[in-house]
C-alpha cells in the first residue's frame, strides 16, 4: 500500500462545475503539497499546508491531520483546470513522498 | 526572479552510456531535490542536498550519485545507463529545510 493515496485516479469534469480530489496519507507528515502538473511534465506548487485551509482564487486546500486527510477543491472548473493533480507529504528529512496524481480533464 | 532551472531539457542516451543532469536552484535556495519520474507514476525520491551535504538519498542503486556546489547547483549523475532509467528528472529546491519546494521542468531523458 502507498504511503499516499489520491482518488479519483481519474476524473472528467463539464466546464463549471465543482471538483474534489482526495489525498490520504499513512505517515507523519510536517506539511503537504498540493501539485499541477501539465503535459511536458512542468510542476508548480498550488499550495503547501499544515493545518485548516487556504484558498487562492478558485482552488481550495484543506487538511485534517488527525484523520490524514486533504482535499484539493476546484470552483467552476474551466477547461485550462485539465493537468495532473499531485498530493505529496512533506516527511521527516524534509523528503516529498507523492501519490500516484489525478488526471483532471475539462470539457467545455 | 528566475525559477529553478534545468538543463539539458531533453537527453537522448545509449545503454550503458553515462549521463549528467543539472539544476541551478532559485536564488537564496539552500536545498536541493532530486526525483525521477516513470511515466503514468508519480515522482520518486532519489536524493536530498541541502547546504552542500547529502541529506537523504531514496531506493536507487549506486549507479545515482549527485552533488551540490558552493553556489547551491547541483549535478545528478547516471552511470551504465538502463532503458528503466527513462524518466522525467525533477529538480526541487526550497529555501531552507523543510519549506515550500518549486520545482523545474524536469530533463526528460530517454534511454536507447
Known amino acids: 500500500k502507498n504511503e499516499v493515496e489520491q482518488s479519483p485516479q481519474n476524473l472528467t469534469a463539464q466546464e463549471g462545475e465543482f471538483i474534489t480530489i482526495n489525498c490520504s496519507y499513512s505517515v507523519g507528515i510536517s506539511a503537504l503539497h498540493w501539485l499541477q502538473q501539465h503535459p511536458g511534465g512542468g510542476i508548480v506548487s498550488l499550495f503547501m499546508?499544515?493545518?485548516g485551509k487556504k484558498k487562492h482564487g478558485r482552488l481550495i486546500a484543506t487538511i485534517n491531520i488527525q484523520e490524514k486527510h486533504s482535499s484539493l477543491h476546484i470552483t467552476a472548473s474551466h477547461p485550462r483546470d485539465s493537468a495532473v493533480y499531485i498530493c505529496?507529504?512533506?516527511?521527516?528529512?524534509?523528503?516529498?513522498?507523492f501519490g500516484e496524481g489525478t488526471q483532471l480533464t475539462v470539457n467545455p | 526572479d528566475a525559477g529553478v532551472t534545468q538543463s539539458p531539457t531533453h537527453l537522448i542516451k545509449t545503454r550503458g552510456q553515462q549521463v549528467t543532469l543539472r539544476c541551478s536552484p532559485i536564488?537564496?535556495?539552500?536545498?536541493v531535490s532530486w526525483y525521477q519520474q516513470v511515466l503514468g507514476q508519480g515522482p520518486q525520491f532519489i536524493f536530498q542536498y541541502y547546504e552542500k551535504e547529502e541529506r537523504g538519498r531514496g531506493n536507487f542503486p549506486d549507479r545515482f550519485s549527485a552533488r551540490q556546489f558552493p553556489n547551491y547547483s547541483s549535478e545528478l549523475n547516471v552511470n551504465a545507463l538502463l532503458l528503466g532509467d527513462s524518466a522525467l528528472y525533477l529538480c526541487?529546491?526550497?529555501?531552507?529545510?523543510?519549506?515550500?519546494?518549486?520545482f523545474g521542468q524536469g530533463t526528460r531523458l530517454t534511454v536507447v
Open positions: 505529496a507529504v512533506l516527511t521527516s528529512g524534509s523528503r516529498l513522498t
Open positions: 536564488s537564496g535556495h539552500k536545498s
Open positions: 526541487a529546491s526550497s529555501s531552507n529545510w523543510g519549506t515550500e519546494a518549486f
Open positions: 499546508l499544515s493545518s
